[in-house]
């Protein structure tokens, strides 16, 4: 995995398109981004899960605010839901991460017999969002 020093790792992706719409959404919000290995994936994104996703940089102070902005553009706010409107969104998300888990074997699946890999279409946040909560509650 990449490490830059001074800043920290906030999201990665497959997919060059999700990454350049995350990045123009956070450097139209005043942050400052880097993403090794993009030059990479637009040139050859049909590997890209041989190589891994693009990972999106921060520096470390802005790190929780960036992550809190690109949730917010995928309308993860957590924060906003109460206590019982939550469990459902709970289980409304498993059947989700079944479809991923199927749709991830099925893609390396694809890799391994024909040496080719489907981008992935969604952009990765990292760190939790029960952490970035007990951060702002602090």
Same mark, same amino acid.
């Given at each position: 995995?990449?490490? $830059? ?6 999201? &990665? ?11 123009? /959404? ?7 981004? /880097? ?13 890209? $899960? ?42 409304? &998300?498993?059947?989700?991460?079944? @479809? ?5 074997? /099925? ?5 391994? $017999? &024909? ?6 279409? @969604? /952009? &990765? $946040?990292?760190?939790? @969002? ?5 951060? @702002?509650?602090?």
């Amino acid at each position: 995995m990449t490490t $830059i020093t001074g800043f920290q790792r906030v999201a &990665s992706a497959y997919d060059p398109t999700e990454v350049l719409l995350a990045v123009a /959404l956070l450097q139209g919000a005043g942050f400052v981004v /880097l993403t090794p290995g993009l030059p990479l994936n637009q040139v050859a994104s049909h590997y890209s $899960i041989a190589y891994g996703p693009v990972a999106i940089f921060v520096p470390e102070a802005d790190a929780d605010d960036a992550r809190a902005l690109l949730h917010a553009a995928q309308g993860d706010t957590p924060e906003v839901a109460g206590p019982a409107e939550t469990s459902g969104a709970v289980e409304a &998300s498993e059947p989700r991460k079944q @479809r991923a888990l199927r749709r991830k074997l /099925l893609d390396l699946a694809g890799f391994v $017999i &024909s040496g080719i890999s489907h981008p992935r279409d @969604r /952009l &990765s $946040i990292d760190g939790s @969002r029960r952490e970035a909560r007990a951060k @702002r509650s602090d």
